[in-house]
């Protein structure tokens, strides 16, 4: 990044060009994300979180998981007492707020139902897949691309998804 030199600062050289590197990164720059996301990282490890090698956006530390994209992020846990600790914790570091039970995050709604279990959806995507293929919204039958009754195995030579 080069900025020009503010009003009042004096130089010693006028032949010579000089060029300001600012100490910490500007909000609204193209690597202000990256930034950030780089020190959030660093202070989840020190706080004793693991990253996971398959999404580098998830990290975990015994039962709590935190979820970040960007600058938002998501705890959940088992325990409330683990996540309260959790969130103070990370309160302490960066500006953050508890916005209690979630039932969205990036567009994704998600509801729990009586038995713990939890449901989520995204109609924003469904809503757009059909007004893109200029479906009838207000229909309740689609077609399936294939049967529904058809059971779907596994080719023989297929590699596993997982990292191992």
């Not at 600062?9 to 990164?25: A, D, F, T, V």
């Not at 500007?26 to 994300?33: C, M, V």
């Not at 660093?42 to 530390?61: A, M, V």
């Not at 015994?62 to 007492?81: A, L, P, Q, R």
Request: with cysteine.
């Amino acid at each position: 990044m080069h900025m020009k030199l503010p009003y009042g600062i004096e130089l010693r050289n006028r032949s010579e060009q000089y060029c300001l590197r600012p100490r910490k990164n500007l909000y609204g720059q193209k690597n202000t994300g990256r930034t950030f996301y780089l020190f959030m990282v660093n202070r989840l490890l020190k706080l004793g979180y693991i990253q996971s090698s398959i999404d580098e956006c998830i990290f975990y530390r015994g039962t709590t998981i935190f979820f970040t994209y960007v600058d938002d992020g998501i705890f959940i846990d088992v325990s409330k007492e683990n996540l309260n600790r959790s969130v103070t914790e990370l309160a302490n570091v960066f500006n953050i707020e508890d916005n209690g039970d979630i039932t969205e995050y990036l567009r994704v709604r998600i509801d729990r139902l009586h038995n713990g279990v939890i449901k989520l959806y995204q109609p924003y995507l469904i809503d757009q897949i059909i007004a893109e293929l200029k479906l009838n919204p207000k229909c309740k039958s689609r077609p399936t691309p294939a049967a529904s009754t058809r059971i779907l195995h596994r080719f023989e030579n297929e590699e596993s998804h997982r990292n191992t």
